[in-house]
Structures are given as structure tokens and as C-alpha cells.
């Protein structure tokens, strides 16, 4: 396994013996087969004493953004396995909140949303995360929030600044990939400098025609069809009959 006695130590939870290595001076840079440092393991096995002693040594600087073999930093590992409180330490000892992990490019906070653990998503926005940041094919948190269809993880990060407007690399904005209507409302609610009006904005019964104050839109009362509208609301989340669903695309 290419383990270190260090890495032993970790995964045993015996933090006075990795004190005693490190006195010894022990490299906590070391990888093992995973491309794993001692640090990561703390991550993934939720060793917070062990933690703790690895960053009270001044060699550990070197190590916080070290990428294992699955392109994930220790912060990384920390918000996938869902352990906020190794998330905060990690934090407070100068690792990147906005970090990105080496396969998709995604951010803590995408993997926060992915998870679907909103006490990290309100912990990674609440140590000012770039909530705009955008993974490799330019998806960002409110891309796979709505994707996914959470509706009030989708209302915290417009809440936070998300921009509704950005577009991933296939041109789909978070309301294009929406999951259902009850995301696309709350995008369309928040409103950006692409969207009408939310308090004009409504979506017939029949989720085709567009409606101002419960009258006809003025495009359509012109004759347009509701296809060359450019705000509609596809209930089949597709962007048009040749292209299959929309969702998240991740490479």
C-alpha cells in the first residue's frame, strides 16, 4: 500500500504516535498508493486529533494542496465525506476555498451542492467561496443546484450572488438545465439582466404562452409564436425537440 508509519498512524487514530513521527521528522508530504498524504487520510477518516497535530507542524504548509490520484485536495475530501468541522481547520490553516479539484474542475462548493449537504453549502458561502466559480465545462453551483433540483440550496446561492446568467460551455444557463418548474420559478423570481421582470412574468396553466399581468405577452399579441419567445419555459427541460434532456454535463 505504500504506507508510511505516519499514514499508520492516521488510519489507527493514534495522533500521539503521529506526534512522535513528526518530532522524529517524519515527511507529511509522503504519498501512498492513492496519492494520498497523511493529511488527506484525516479527511477521509475524520481523524480531527490527528489533524490537529499535522497542522500544528510547519511542515504541513506544504501539503494543503496537494492533489491526490483522484485530482481532490484535502479540503476537498473534508466537504465529500461531509466533515465540516475538518473543513473549518483546514480553512483556518490557509487552505484554497475555492480550489479546483484536477478532473472536473469543480470547486468545494459544487461538491458541497452535489452532496446535497446545505449546512456545507451555508458554511463554504459564510468563509466568502466564489460562488460564480465554474468547473472545467463552465458549470457552476447553480448549474448542478437546479440540475439536481434543489430548490432551496438554488435560493441560498441567488441569495449569495449567484448569477443566473452565466452559461456553461454547452450555452445552458441554470434555468435551462432546471429539473422541474419549481426551480425554473425561483430563477425566474430572482430575475437577472436576461429575464423580464419577475413580478410581470407568469407561465400559462399550460406552460407554453407567456402571460403579462394576465394578458397575452406583446410578442405574442403581435402574431409571434411561443417558440420564438426567448424567455420560454421548456416543461420537458429540453432546449428544443432534436436535443436530448438538459442536465449538468460533467467531463
Same mark, same amino acid.
Given at each position: ?7 499508520? +498512524? ?6 500521539? /504516535? ?7 521528522r ?7 498508493? =492513492?496519492? !494520498? ?15 490537529s ?11 494543503l ?25 483546514l480553512?483556518? +490553516? &490557509? ?15 459544487? =461538491? ?20 460564480n ?37 454547452h ?19 430572482? &430575475? ?6 419577475? =413580478? ?10 407567456? /402571460?403579462?399581468? &394576465?394578458?397575452?405577452?406583446?410578442? !405574442?399579441?403581435?402574431?409571434s ?7 420560454t419555459?421548456?416543461?420537458s ?15
Amino acid at each position: 500500500l505504500r504506507q508510511t508509519p505516519l499514514h499508520l +498512524a492516521v488510519i489507527t487514530k493514534q495522533s500521539n /504516535m503521529v506526534d512522535v513521527l513528526l518530532q522524529a521528522r517524519a515527511d507529511p508530504s509522503v504519498l501512498d498508493r =492513492h496519492g !494520498q498524504t497523511a493529511i488527506h487520510l484525516c479527511c477521509e477518516y475524520d481523524q480531527r486529533e490527528c489533524l490537529s497535530v499535522l497542522l500544528s507542524f510547519p511542515s504541513f504548509s506544504s501539503c494543503l494542496e496537494i492533489r491526490n490520484f483522484e485530482g481532490l485536495s484535502p479540503l476537498h475530501l473534508a466537504v465529500l465525506h461531509g466533515h465540516q468541522d475538518l473543513a473549518k481547520m483546514l480553512l483556518d +490553516a &490557509g487552505a484554497d476555498i475555492n480550489a479546483m479539484d484536477v478532473k472536473s474542475g469543480q470547486s468545494p462548493l459544487m =461538491h458541497a451542492v452535489e452532496s446535497n449537504n446545505a449546512d456545507l453549502v451555508h458554511f463554504l458561502i459564510e468563509n466568502r467561496c466564489d460562488v460564480n466559480s465554474q468547473s472545467y465545462s463552465g458549470n457552476t453551483a447553480l448549474h448542478i443546484a437546479c440540475g439536481r433540483g434543489q430548490v432551496d440550496t438554488a435560493r441560498l446561492l441567488l441569495k449569495s450572488g449567484a448569477d443566473s446568467s452565466l452559461k456553461n460551455y454547452h450555452n445552458d444557463t441554470p434555468v435551462m438545465v432546471a429539473k422541474n418548474k419549481k426551480i425554473a420559478d425561483v430563477l425566474r423570481g430572482r &430575475g437577472s439582466k436576461h429575464v423580464r421582470d419577475p =413580478h410581470t412574468l407568469l407561465i400559462s396553466p399550460h406552460g407554453s404562452n407567456y /402571460m403579462e399581468n &394576465g394578458s397575452p405577452s406583446s410578442s !405574442q399579441s403581435r402574431g409571434s409564436s411561443p417558440s420564438s419567445t426567448p424567455h420560454t419555459f421548456h416543461n420537458s427541460a429540453s432546449h428544443s425537440p432534436k436535443t436530448p434532456p438538459a442536465q449538468v454535463h460533467y467531463y
